[in-house]
């Protein structure tokens, strides 16, 4: 069955840079047409779709954040990496990675980031 | 970049009733890319309906979408305890190519 794992810190420093690790099983991201994306949400807010990386290499960024954020993969590793630069309190969120096909299918459990000093 | 705006905010129901829940959009979706997702508290968002109408794998069918063009709609026909939870819509435009969510319907007992 597919299963998504986030990895990484719990907490950050303001201007510091996050690294987020997607580890998946039952998939594979060089399946034509598989992607994952990276979707956050804020304490008792909305869900926000952050970027989004196809078994191609394609890549498609939130038009907000693009300048921030970069989405990597190593396939043979079954991972997918989001780094976003300068952190701000306000990125305090949920982080979630997700396997896409059509639409957000299976997604991982999330992990909490918070952006504090 | 797509706008959905999800109405009503909140809607109070009580078990056994019909929800209906409307998402519009700022411009025309392609109803391939147009999905509803369940979201309980502290769980991840679970797929419900995509390209519009078409169920998700596990899902009762008394979760059914329709709409096309700018608004669409998810209704519960008999509303089940376990149900009651946040809804979103998402869209996936390409032009250019990004991806949306609505702001949520909070879907509670009355």
């Known amino acids: 069955q597919i299963t998504l794992k986030e990895s990484g810190p719990t907490l950050v420093k303001p201007t510091q840079t996050l690294t987020l690790t997607c580890t998946f099983s039952g998939f594979s991201l060089s399946t034509s047409g598989v992607g994952v994306g990276w979707i956050r949400q804020p304490p008792g807010k909305a869900l926000e779709w952050l970027a989004l990386i196809y078994w191609n290499d394609d890549k498609r960024y939130s038009p907000s954040l693009k300048s921030r954020l970069t989405i990597t993969k190593d396939t043979s590793k079954n991972q997918v990496v989001l780094t976003m630069t300068n952190m701000d309190p306000v990125d305090t969120a949920t982080y979630y990675c997700a396997h896409s096909w059509y639409a957000f299918d299976y997604w991982g459990q999330g992990t909490l980031v918070t952006v504090s000093s | 970049e797509i706008v959905l705006t999800q109405s009503p905010g909140t809607l109070s129901l009580s078990p056994g009733e019909r929800a209906t829940l409307s998402c519009r959009a700022s411009q025309s979706v392609s109803s391939s890319y147009l999905a509803w997702y369940q979201q309980k508290p502290g769980q991840a968002p679970r797929l419900l309906i995509y390209g519009a109408s078409s169920r998700a794998t596990g899902i009762p069918d008394r979760f059914s979408g329709s709409g096309s063009g700018t608004d669409f709609t998810l209704t519960i026909s008999r509303l089940e305890p376990e149900d009651f939870a946040v809804y979103y819509c998402?869209?996936?435009?390409?032009?250019?190519?990004?991806?949306?969510f609505g702001q949520g319907t909070r879907l509670e007992i009355k």
């Open positions: 998402q869209q996936y435009g390409s032009s250019p190519p990004a991806i949306t």
